[in-house]
């Protein structure tokens, strides 16, 4: 079946410092989602992305779809305190999302 | 006004016990979905109802039946709990918007299972 997975599974970063996360899907996908879960919350959608090569910003985040829809990039510059928690991909399946296995992202002050 | 409300936050019982986890949504969605969280964060989809009627059924026990008396409502009841069950449920809700199906997470449910 189809399978998304993410890369890294855990980062820490200093307080400042740059953060990518990767997301590989084993399938071709329409769209792709990316949702944030802070500890001990419940996962928020932040964006989708549509079209092959397309790119999105919301300030210091920066969203990639790749040109085969079969991967996606999430990049936040300039990390703050507030960006800690867990990001998630999320490819569209019939009636469903399939999430990527998630990055947890860890913001030292 | 909480969009997905799900009923408890925390279940805490014994192996063998049957429990229910209630989920409501006051959005006017017309998809509604269970998604099981375990200890490594993995989110896994187990069913999916489109007005009422249930769409998905993952590979899940059959110890595992939803119900949807209504699109607004989706119940999750376990009957014969065991250690692995325990886990966070997620329910979550969502609108097809022409191609952008965007999901709304209620809070959770934190089911532990002794």
């Known amino acids: 079946g189809q399978q998304v997975m993410q890369i890294p599974q855990y980062q820490h970063v200093q307080e400042g410092e740059d953060f990518t996360t990767y997301c590989n899907s084993s399938?071709?996908?329409?769209?792709i989602q990316w949702y944030k879960q802070r500890p001990g919350g419940h996962p928020v959608f932040l964006i989708q992305?549509?079209?092959?090569?397309e790119v999105k910003k919301q300030k210091r985040l920066t969203f990639q779809f790749g040109e085969a829809k079969k991967n996606s990039s999430l990049h936040i510059t300039a990390t703050q305190t507030t960006d800690v928690g867990t990001y998630f991909c999320?490819?569209?399946?019939?009636?469903?999302?399939?999430f990527g296995t998630g990055t947890r992202l860890k913001v030292l002050a | 006004d909480t969009a997905v409300s799900q009923t408890p936050k925390y279940l805490v019982t014994q192996m063998g016990n049957d429990k229910s986890i209630k989920c409501e949504q006051n959005l006017g969605h017309d998809t509604m979905y269970w998604y099981k969280q375990d200890s490594k964060k993995f989110l896994k989809i187990m069913f999916s109802?489109?007005?009422?009627?249930?769409?998905i059924n993952e590979t899940v026990p059959n110890r595992f039946s939803p119900k949807s008396p209504d699109k607004a409502h989706l119940n999750l009841h376990i009957n014969s709990l065991e250690l692995g069950d325990s886990a966070v449920y997620f329910c979550?809700?969502?609108?097809?918007?022409?191609?952008?199906?965007?999901?709304?997470f209620g809070a959770g449910s934190r089911l532990t299972v002794l």
């Open positions: 979550a809700s969502s609108q097809d918007l022409g191609g952008a199906n965007v999901l709304t």
């Open positions: 399938t071709t996908l329409s769209n």
């Open positions: 109802y489109n007005n009422k009627e249930l769409i």
């Open positions: 999320a490819g569209e399946g019939t009636y469903k999302y399939i």
């Open positions: 992305l549509v079209k092959s090569g």
